[in-house]
């Protein structure tokens, strides 16, 4: 199936550098979504993006949807060991129940912090 | 509020066994989604429920039957069991397609 092309694969950082990873396509989508796999658990939802060129901030955790509707970003400042995990982006194309209206998840970033 | 809630969360077959993985969802979502995750592999959907009373399949459904049993619960059967099933499966829900999904904690399914 169509998948995001998330980038990079993994990360392997020093303990509070900061963190950038993307997501692109080639279709637009109306709504981003960040989520945070912890090991042995299930994806958590960090931020939701509905509108392009949206910025939103969730702690250290910043999220902007692209001007184009086909990529989006993911920040992390001062990153800590609790970071680590895979973090996953997921696209939508409509926000309603319209036939054929499924999220599309990317291949996710592996984060490793080295304390 | 327990969100999304997955039983068993572990599981070992043999080949060939047939089970049943259960989800349930208290957050009166309409949508309703099984995953399976595979190193390196991502998540792939097997079978979604867009509503109550009505399933589709996802990206890889052979193998598996889903029952949407209610608003609450869709479950997820494995007929006959094969070691290429083995795997971690998500249950997840959303208030409609296509929107936010809310995952479980995921059962980790090993078939011998």
């Known amino acids: 199936g169509q998948q995001l092309n998330q980038s990079p694969q993994s990360m392997f950082i020093q303990e509070g550098e900061d963190v950038s990873m993307n997501c692109t396509s080639s279709?637009?989508?109306?709504?981003w979504l960040w989520y945070k796999q912890d090991p042995g658990e299930g994806p958590v939802l960090l931020i939701a993006?509905?509108?392009?060129?949206e910025l939103t901030s969730n702690g250290r955790l910043t999220a902007q949807f692209g001007i184009t509707r086909k990529d989006s970003f993911l920040n992390i400042s001062a990153s800590i060991p609790s970071d680590v995990g895979i973090y996953f982006c997921a696209g939508s194309k409509s926000i309603y129940n319209n036939a054929g209206n499924m999220l599309t998840f990317g291949g996710g970033t592996r984060l490793m912090v080295k304390p | 509020n327990a969100g999304v809630t997955q039983t068993p969360k572990f599981q070992v077959l043999k080949t060939g066994q047939s089970m049943t993985l259960q989800c349930a969802q208290d957050?009166?979502?309409?949508?309703m989604y099984w995953y399976r995750q595979d190193p390196g592999m991502g998540l792939r959907l097997i079978y979604y429920s867009a509503s109550e009373g009505t399933t589709d399949k996802g990206e890889v459904p052979n193998g598996y039957n889903v029952s949407r049993l209610n608003k609450r619960e869709f479950s997820l059967r494995l007929e006959s069991a094969a070691p290429s099933q083995t795997s971690v499966y998500f249950c997840?829900?959303?208030?409609?397609?296509?929107?936010?999904?809310?995952f479980g904690q995921g059962t980790r399914l090993t078939v011998v």
């Open positions: 993006l509905y509108k392009a060129g």
């Open positions: 957050m009166n979502h309409n949508s």
């Open positions: 279709s637009i989508f109306n709504t």
């Open positions: 997840a829900s959303s208030p409609l397609r296509g929107t936010e999904a809310f």
